[in-house]
């Protein structure tokens, strides 16, 4: 099942870095398409979802509340049936849930049911299919991961510049209920997607190693234990839980200007056709800079350090959100959006790309769910409190202070814990490593030398040899542990060794008459 498939492992799979991979990264950036801009896209429908059931704008809102908590929390529920079901099945089961959802949603004949319907039953099948596919392009890419993150991210702008045209247009055409069955049936491309998550299988080898590989696997099977169906150890690692932190705080204010910039522009006097221009200019800012920044990140002077790369990203965002705060024509709002719209994209390439760094391709299931449900919660309450921050001054420039300065300290917090608690170990110098191997050698060497001199001896000067058995025992150990420890200071200076003066060496009788007495004495 796609579940167990690593990227290296005991079964010696590892990550292709292409061939089907690019299949996967297409599945990838429509999922991801469908799944950020999916609740932007059915705000379209609002107007005459009030008309219909006589409801305020707060309440058509929740439609898109609802589908983004549903995407963002329930990735617990997905990471357990991922490691239990593997990612093809979960996936294209998702994908018959979100098109169920927009299918029953255009029957309806209450604002309750398409909370149930486009809420509840679309945001649980579109987050079956977004968490699976981030994993799935994770075991495929491991060099080339970096620009395959980018890739797979830039298909939110480009779906939401596709999806929001064609919801206007199935609006006026077959009006609201037609287009929701419409947008059903399109989400079944998902199961597509899904299809296209082969599971990695080890390449095929010998026979007989397959059979020693059968017979260990046996073996480690038997030993190991259940696999956890959510792995809560990730909490353990420094690395994951101030990503965690810094993600939850950044999420507060990311997703802020998007949503009123529009409403600022107006405020400033400009049309609406001209209000919304800027969320398209953001919008193709953005999908060329999640590519670009992709590529960047997989540099090998930038990826060792793409956590400070994120950092910087972030840091990015939040003073562009800062600096935009102060704008006060349409002009200013532009270079806000340009600006503002390669920050974003920057934060949208490495997300992911930075947790699967830290937590690795085994933890990685449990580890984005947990993470999307921290952010989950920060998604609820980042832009309902910029809404009465509004509400309560009348100035939408300390809604853009707010959360530029959100963002601005989960920057902060990313980097500056990463620095303190985060250290990593130095490897022993090669030098070091070949000194001691040598000596080691060198002392072996000896000893069998002392040892071999003993034997010759015993043929040549028997009488030499009784004599110095009748030493005392304690003096030949100090001289021995003298002349052992004297080896370590002193390095041969070339290998080549005259035979003929190692035996005369080994032949003579020692003035002090040191003799091994036995050749365990040198060891």
């Not at 998902?190 to 299809?195: I, L």
Request: aromatic share 10%; proline share 5%.
């Amino acid at each position: 099942m796609g579940g167990v498939a690593v990227d290296d492992g005991a079964a010696g799979v590892k990550a292709p870095d292409g061939g089907w991979g690019w299949a996967v990264l297409a599945g990838c950036f429509v999922i991801t398409g469908f799944s950020y801009a999916f609740p932007k896209a059915v705000s379209v429908f609002f107007k005459e979802l009030i008309r219909e059931f006589d409801v305020g704008y707060s309440d058509t809102a929740w439609i898109s509340s609802i589908l983004l908590a549903m995407l963002y929390g329930t990735g617990p529920v997905c990471s357990v049936l991922v490691n239990r079901f593997g990612c093809r099945p979960v996936m294209m089961v998702g994908g018959l849930f979100a098109s169920l959802g927009m299918i029953l949603a255009s029957f309806s004949t209450s604002i309750i049911h398409i909370y149930l319907c486009t809420g509840v039953i679309t945001g649980l099948g579109l987050s079956l299919n977004f968490q699976p596919s981030l994993i799935m392009l994770n075991r495929y890419f491991s060099e080339k991961r970096p620009l395959a993150n980018g890739l797979s991210a830039a298909g939110s702008p480009v779906a939401l510049c596709c999806l929001s045209p064609l919801g206007q247009v199935l609006q006026y055409q077959y009006g609201w209920r037609g287009g929701f069955l419409i947008l059903g049936g399109l989400l079944l491309n998902c199961c597509v997607c899904g299809a296209l998550m082969k599971p990695l299988v080890a390449p095929k080898s010998k026979e007989l190693e397959e059979r020693h590989d059968k017979e260990l696997e046996g073996i480690e099977i038997k030993k190991k234990a259940k696999p956890k169906l959510l792995d809560f150890s990730v909490f353990k690692d420094r690395g994951f839980v101030i990503y965690t932190v810094a993600a939850s705080i950044m999420v507060l204010g990311l997703f802020v200007p998007p949503v009123f910039v529009v409403s600022y522009a107006k405020e400033l006097g400009n049309e609406d056709t001209k209000s919304a221009l800027l969320l398209t200019i953001l919008g193709f800012i953005d999908i060329f800079a999640r590519p670009t920044c992709g590529v960047i990140a997989g540099l090998k002077w930038v990826r060792p350090r793409c956590v400070y790369f994120f950092s910087f990203a972030m840091l990015f965002n939040g003073i562009a959100d800062l600096i935009g705060s102060q704008s006060k024509d349409y002009a200013a709002l532009v270079v806000f959006c340009i600006f503002f719209g390669i920050s974003y994209g920057m934060v949208g390439a490495l997300q992911f790309e930075v947790l699967m760094t830290i937590v690795g391709t085994e933890k990685f299931s449990s580890a984005i769910g947990l993470v999307l449900v921290m952010e989950a919660i920060a998604v609820l309450v980042g832009p309902p409190g910029a809404g009465r921050l509004l509400d309560a001054t009348k100035n939408y420039m300390y809604v853009f202070l707010l959360a530029g300065c959100e963002v601005v300290v989960s920057a902060v917090v990313l980097a500056t814990c990463n620095f303190l608690f985060i250290k990593i170990k130095p490897s022993a110098p090669a030098d070091t490593l070949e000194s001691i191997a040598l000596t080691d050698e060198c002392n072996t060497k000896m000893c069998g030398n002392r040892a071999d001199g003993k034997d010759d001896d015993d043929d040549d000067d028997d009488d030499d040899e009784k004599g110095e058995r009748e030493e005392p025992e304690k003096a030949t150990n100090e001289e021995e542990n003298k002349d052992i420890a004297g080896i370590d200071d002193v390095r041969p200076k070339s290998v080549t060794v005259d035979s003929q003066e190692v035996e005369r060496f080994l032949k003579e009788p020692q003035p002090n008459g040191n003799m091994a007495a036995c050749p365990e004495t040198c060891l």
